[in-house]
Nanobody
Framework: QVQLAESGGGLVQAGASLRLSCAAS?????QGWFRQGPGKEREFVAA????????KYADAVEGRFTISRDNAKNTLYLQMNNLNPDDTAVYYC?????????????????????WGQGTQVTVSS
């Protein structure tokens, strides 16, 4: 099973930026992030297919969040810009041995094979 180690997160004001990182013990087919806000279900945020390099973002973060990668370290980074209070959540790194690039709608919590420990992101208004 892939082990995921994530870091980053913190408390910032609206409009600020943060960067999360997620290092995989070995390269999965798909890797990305989900988040769970207070009283909400866990939701997809962004992910990348290591197979083809295709990325997918949730509508709520499109244009503000960007994934980058370090191939040598099997690490993804999530640059989060222009944060707002609605982004407040625990962010979980996630991976799957399947390549979901042709069916991103299928990359749901139930499809995740490995989870990171989670990191808190809090955005104050």
């Amino acid at each position: 099973q892939v082990q995921l180690a994530e870091s980053g997160g913190g408390l910032v004001q609206a409009g600020a930026s943060l960067r999360l990182s997620c290092a995989a013990s070995r390269r999965p087919a798909t890797q990305g992030w989900f988040r769970q806000g207070p009283g909400k279900e866990r939701e997809f945020v962004a992910a990348m297919s290591w197979v083809g390099g295709i990325m997918k973002y949730a509508d709520a973060v499109e244009g503000r969040f960007t994934i980058s990668r370090d191939n040598a370290k099997n690490t993804l980074y999530l640059q989060m810009n222009n944060l707002n209070p609605d982004d407040t959540a625990v962010y979980y790194c996630a991976s799957s041995i399947l390549d979901w690039a042709r069916n991103w709608n299928g990359f749901k919590s139930s499809a995740v094979g490995s989870w990171g420990q989670g990191t808190q992101v809090t955005v104050s208004s």
